[in-house]
C-alpha cells in the first residue's frame, strides 16, 4: 500500500480564509492526497480575518512531517512573522517537504523563517517589496515556481498555485481533470 501524500496547511487567526480553502479544494481532489489544518493548538477553531472560524484537525506537536507544505496570507501574518513556534514548525515541516508553498503574504511568513532566501518568490502586490528584506527575489507574476518552493500572489491565484502543484504531483491530465470538477474558469478543460 502506498503512503498517503501529506499535505499540511496552516491555519492561524486572522489569516484570508480563501487563501486556504480555495487552496485545499484541489489537493483534497488529488489522488492519494492526506490533507491536514495544521494550528498551534486544536482546541478551539481559528477565527479567519473576516470571523470565520475554522477547525484544525491537528496540532504542531501532532504532525511528525509533511511532502507539502501550505501557508495562507492574512492580516494575521504580521504576528506570525514573530512568533517562534510557528516559525519553528515550518522549519521543521520544510525539512522532509518536498514542496514548500503559500499564498498571498503566506510567503512573507515563510519568509521569516527563512525559507525563501536566495528563492525567487511573489506574494500579494502591496507587500510585493517586503520580500527582499527576508532574503527572497520579488517577482511580480501571479504564481513563481523555483525548484520546490511555489508561490501566489494575492487570494485568487490560490486556484492557479494549487493548480499547478496538481500537475507537478500528478500530471496534467489530472489537474485538468480537477480544474474541471471544480469548473474553473476562465476555461476549465
Not at 8 to 36: H, I, N
Not at 40 to 60: C, H, T, W, Y
Not at 74 to 84: A, N, V
Not at 104 to 119: D, E, F, K, R
Amino acid at each position: 500500500m502506498t503512503p498517503p501524500f501529506r499535505i499540511v496547511m496552516l491555519a492561524y487567526p486572522r489569516m484570508t480564509q480563501l487563501d486556504l480553502t480555495a487552496p485545499f479544494e484541489v489537493f483534497a481532489r488529488l489522488p492519494g492526497a492526506r490533507v491536514e489544518i495544521v494550528a498551534q493548538s486544536r482546541k478551539k477553531p481559528v477565527e479567519d480575518v473576516a470571523g470565520l472560524a475554522i477547525m484544525a484537525n491537528s496540532s504542531f506537536s501532532e504532525v511528525a512531517g509533511c511532502e507539502l507544505l501550505f501557508v495562507p496570507g492574512g492580516p494575521g501574518q504580521l504576528e506570525l512573522m514573530d512568533d517562534g513556534p510557528t516559525l519553528d514548525f515550518l522549519r521543521r515541516m520544510a525539512v522532509q517537504a518536498r514542496y514548500v508553498t503559500s499564498v498571498c503574504t503566506g510567503s512573507l511568513i515563510l519568509g521569516a523563517a527563512g525559507l525563501l532566501t536566495g528563492y525567487r518568490a511573489t506574494c500579494h502586490w502591496l507587500s510585493l517589496d517586503q520580500l527582499a528584506l527576508l532574503g527572497a527575489i520579488p517577482v511580480e507574476e501571479r504564481v513563481v515556481v523555483d525548484r520546490n518552493r511555489f508561490t501566489g500572489a494575492g487570494v485568487s491565484s490560490g486556484l492557479d498555485l494549487a493548480l499547478a502543484l496538481a500537475a507537478e504531483i500528478a500530471g496534467e491530465e489530472e489537474a485538468r481533470r480537477i480544474a474541471l470538477a471544480i469548473e474553473y474558469q476562465p476555461a476549465p478543460a
